[in-house]
């Protein structure tokens, strides 16, 4: 099957949270303040449950080929584990 020029969907979706998250000018700055609620944490911890859940289930498939995906979406709710527990508590 050849090659189009037609921009796929994903590749829309790839560009467009690249461009309002990645090359925002402020996306580096230190002194940016978010505040999360209790709800919206466990919401977090939910979806980081999701994320380990469909990990399982790869790795119950026993497909070598998915062994880079298992790894990386361990790797990525490590990471956003971590991130959510550093978080630094202020009085506002």
Known sequence: MGQTRKQRHRDRCADSFRQRY???????RSDRVFRITDGERQEMAKTLRYIDD???ALEEQQNPAN???IR???ASADRIFDLLNDLEEIDR
């Open 67 to 69: 062994r880079e995906i």
């Open 72 to 74: 990386e979406l361990h």
């Open 54 to 56: 469909a990990r399982r």
């Open 22 to 28: 990645l090359d925002a000018e402020d996306v580096g």
